[in-house]
């Protein structure tokens, strides 16, 4: 049972990681768009019309 | 010379007794065509005889207008033709794009109403001049729309950057004000068939975008800390079982107290200071139990932790605040939708004015025109309202005569005819010929701001019904803090060993949860549903109201019908076909914005299918009245009964009225100088679903009243159309309102329906309101329900809605009850072990949600 003593705080890490994978996405508008990539993932690659490349859909703020 | 255009292709469709063809009424038009080929673009039928085709992909594919195939070819022509693979929904049927809307498109150039909703960026400069826009999108059916959207304004010159929120429609646009004007970029989005509003997202929508982020940031926390603590506690609960070295037990008992921390700091905040709020304004609401026992469970349970024995109660505390908080987000989350489609609605005009610059004789140019804000306008200045235009504040006719259409301000649905020294109503719309009108009230003295000021007179006296949930719930709090009062003081003299821990178990098991969670729940599954049926409820009370409504109260224009009038019969009096006429009449209104003559142009268009070319020359306009013209060396007259009464001296004969069951109707009659050729029978369509909801609503003992400012004639002729019997017509604002106070008085639950801003005071005034997303923003911005599809009949679904959702509230909190009264005295009395609390009061959270997921099924 020893191994809980390594274990809790090897948890505990984990879930720090987790909490600031979490507010770093909230705060980069991740939740922002629920749909949207869904969709753009599927049309995006397919327009050879552009002349222009810089259009990421990314956050300008 | 359109004789022999005639001639051409729709004539083989016509069979041989054409004498008095009769078209338009409901269900018979074209029904003697064969099935038809759909639009490749937006899915309608083609017309016969039509022949316009766009390559997309390969494919000749047809056209059903030319404004649909000037759509697809643009869209073909900028390389997106990939639209038309991905889409997942016919397109919206395209519209012309008219130079006068292009006209009204260059006003969002000037600076003045630019600075309503544009963002300088300033920290790009140099050769650029950025400039940032958020727009409302029109006509997005599905997710290939967006990427349309996105693809072509991203290959604007200069425009920076495009992006749009699939979920709310809304593009944010960055452009280069020396490379491309904001008009040119919504007219570009206008020529591949949508339409684009810029809109002022103000720094409330920036709050609630930031209090949302909160919100997730918090449910997020509660949740991934919430299961370590879970883990740790389902840990203890079992060791406690089947036994657990005490060193462990103390481990667990110290890092859950860790990991509890920063959630309750956190997490948990939001009720404690809600709480307090409601302890200042001397309330009780459902905060106050929450957070005094989410407090004494965590107190209790650092207590015993420090000692190092008893009960620790960290796993109640994460799951109460993860469960609230959830419920609280998925709540605000339905009305954020609201309130951004009712924002949709708003700011779609912009209000702006032509202005005539008088000179310093005090005489004005129609040259020297200034574009400005209409709050900029003051008493006295001169403006010159276009047709089609609205006429921005209350003033006098110095020139010109016209119809106007005071609709929306009096129920009227024709035009009424103004000239000089008439005086009208800022919000009403110009339709015939352009005017000069002298300002003569601004602010709050107009006609506009006195009815605001009755809807808010309404609105204080609106009868409050208090939401039953919380009216159940203050009582149930009071009392459970009583009985928690009473099981202390008793356990603290009879064991005070354990009278901390059966006080907490009392208070966690009695579960607010299950409580706070009956109704948010039902509402936001509820709201979904309606969602779908175009229908925005902004409160719950709003759907537990309509559910109660006993009495349904409609408006007449706009409302049960569409609002705008159509050729309904057409009747020849000659040997010559109708179509024949209807297109001489219809060239004769060519120019014409007023409603009679558009739905002329449009019935020409839509029947015939070729538009002959006929040249009128001598046109002549007499306002109110009719036009004359000449054609091919024949005199034309088309106008209203009087009016070709003086001409040639006849009159419809009222057999033909009668046969035709049209005598009250607006009548217009095409004649030569000696006799009546044609005659047309023009009304304010019914919207087609309007019968059924009547008579739904009348299979569920509903009272039903028509209310209108229209005239006695015609709303008793829609009344008996749809079958309502109590009508009351020629109603002002106050008269509405005061005729539902009545009937409120009487103890009915009044559910009012329209769409003007006429209706607006009485919409405050009823218990619950439905405004029709078409309607005027005032309508809207006041109503508890807000019918975005414009389909009245989903009024009868939402109703059904509203009822299951009131049934599930009420299973909910009965079943909250239920479980309370069964717990809490097991609880008080000291046989509930923590683990048993904590069970029973998640159990009774999922089954309250459970049950309200059942709404989401149809």
Known sequence: MEALYLLIPLALLLVAIIVWIFLWAVKSDQFDDLEGPAHRIIMEDDDKVKEKTDNEPSDHK | MFLIQLEHPLHRFRTSSHK???????????????????????GLSVPEGLDIQVNINGNNEAMCCYGCQAVAQSIINSGMGDFYKFRTMRSQKAREVVPEFLQQLKAYDNPQVQKQFISEKSELTGDEQVR??????????????????????????????????????????????????????????TRI????????????????????????????????LGMQIMILAVALYTGGWWGMEEPFRQLFRWVSLGVTVPLLLFASSPFFSAALRDLKNKRVGMDVPVALGIGIAFSASVLHTFQGSGEIYFDSVAMFTFFLLSARYFESGARKRTAEATEALLNLQPAIATKLIVDSDGGYDHQKQLNLSVAELAIGDYVLVRPGEHIPVDGTIIEGTSGINESLLTGESLPVIKTVNDSVIGGSTNTESPLVVKIDKIGDDTVLASIQRLLEEAQNRKPTIAKMADR???????????????????????????WVAITVATLVVTCPCALSLATPAAFTAASGQLAKLGLLPTSATALETLSRATDFVFDKTGTLTQGNIRLVKA??????????????????????????ARSLIQAAGETTQVRPSIKVSQLDNKAGAGVHGVIEGTQWYLGNVNYIHQ???????????AEHQISAMTLVALATETKIVAVFAFDDELREEASALIRKLK?????????????????????????IDNVYANMKPADKLARVQSMQQRGAIVAMTGDGINDAPVLAGADVSIAMGSGTQLAAAHADLILLSNHVEHLYAGYLISRRTLKIIRQNLSWAFGYNLLAIPAAATGHVDPWMAAIGMSASSLLVVLNALRLTRS
Request: hydrophobic share 40%; with cysteine.
């Open chain 2, 571 to 596: 009747v020849s009096l000659t040997d010559d076909d109708i179509e024949h006429h209807l297109h001489i009449a219809a060239a004769l209104e060519a120019g014409s914005e007023h409603p009679v």
């Open chain 2, 132 to 189: 940032e826009v958020s727009l409302i999108l029109e006509g997005i059916v599905c997710a290939a729309c967006i990427w349309l959207n996105e693809q072509h304004l991203n290959a604007l010159p200069g425009v920076i950057s495009a992006n749009i929120n699939y979920s709310n429609n809304r593009a944010r646009v960055r452009w280069d004000n020396n490379r491309i004007s904001l008009s040119e970029i919504l007219e570009s989005i």
């Open chain 2, 699 to 723: 299979q569920q003992n509903k009272t039903i009243t028509l209310m209108t400012g229209d005239n006695e004639a015609s709303a008793r002729r829609i009344a008996s159309q749809v079958g």
């Open chain 2, 647 to 657: 001409i040639c001296a006849q009159s419809i004969s009222s057999t033909l009225l």
């Open chain 2, 193 to 224: 068939g949508y339409l684009a509003h810029p809109y002022n997202p103000d720094r409330q929508q920036a709050v609630i975008e930031k209090e949302k982020k909160q919100q997730l940031r918090r449910i997020g926390i509660a949740a991934v």
């Open chain 2, 20 to 42: 008095i063809c009769l078209f338009y009424e409901k269900n018979c038009t074209m029904t003697h065509n064969p099935p038809l080929t759909p639009c490749f673009h937006c």
């Open chain 2, 472 to 498: 159940l719930a203050s009582k149930f709090v009071a009392i459970i803090l009583l009985l928690a009062g009473g099981v202390a003081v008793y356990w603290y003299q009879t064991d005070p060993a354990h």
